[in-house]
């Protein structure tokens, strides 16, 4: 299985490298992560392994989730997520209650992020979707932040007009499962568990993240490598 692991995001800060250049920063709290399950082929009809983070007070949790992370010798943990193996063989090396740290991202230069963006509640056209609005010269009503004319993405089949699926138009902003890929690996601090990349990263602080090597890299990146 390729690098993986949780985390909580702690905040961003700077860094200077030895010739003076600044860099800003954002620090995870990467694992440690207990393994609570590993799934194979023949059992589960795929491979992966579930990692869990964030020790909590058993009355916090649900009697299921207790039982499912007894069976791997560990307390209650808060945050569950599954790192998916191409075969069988990538997950052999991972046992019931082993731990999973930052030791594992040594040597991984990119990193992609996935967490849950900031929640900006309902918001219109102009600020979700970076709309310019309504001309502003002699003639324009007060309409200067509408989102323009929506009825020819109506359609009049079935039953009566009804406006077609991804019409950008006010809705809920934010609080959505976001990736930020291709993120440099600054620093790593084994000792407290602390992972450094560049640049920021979805969600507020101390909210969880995941973290996996990185995919599929940047063109600019890839060179780097190759």
Request: glycine residues 12%; hydrophobic residues 35%.
């Amino acid at each position: 299985m390729p690098a993986a692991i949780i985390g909580r995001k702690i905040g961003m800060t700077r860094h200077y490298t030895a010739d003076g250049t600044h860099i800003p920063v954002t620090v995870i709290e990467a694992g440690p992560c207990a393994v609570t399950q590993v799934k194979t082929t023949e059992n589960d009809g795929y491979s992966a392994v579930q990692l869990a983070f964030g020790e909590i007070k058993p009355r916090r949790s649900t009697m299921p989730q207790i039982g499912h992370d007894a069976k791997a010798g560990v307390s209650p943990r808060h945050v569950h997520r599954e790192m998916r193996c191409a075969t069988d063989d990538e997950a052999t090396g991972f046992e019931l209650g082993s731990t999973v740290d930052v030791k594992a991202f040594e040597g991984v230069k990119y990193v992609d992020v996935v967490g849950t963006s900031k929640g900006k509640g309902f918001a219109g056209q102009m600020k979700r979707h970076n709309f310019k609005g309504m001309c502003a010269s002699h003639g324009t009503e007060r309409k200067h932040r509408t989102g323009g004319s929506i009825g020819s993405h109506g359609t009049d089949r079935g039953h009566g007009a009804k406006i077609k699926k991804g019409k950008k138009m006010a809705g809920q902003m934010g609080n959505e499962r976001v990736t930020v890929r291709s993120l440099d690996v600054i620093a790593i601090d084994v000792e407290r568990n602390l992972l450094v990349v560049k640049g920021p990263v979805p969600g507020p602080n101390n909210g969880y993240l995941m973290v996996r090597a990185a995919r599929r890299l940047y063109k600019r990146k890839a060179k780097k490598l190759s």
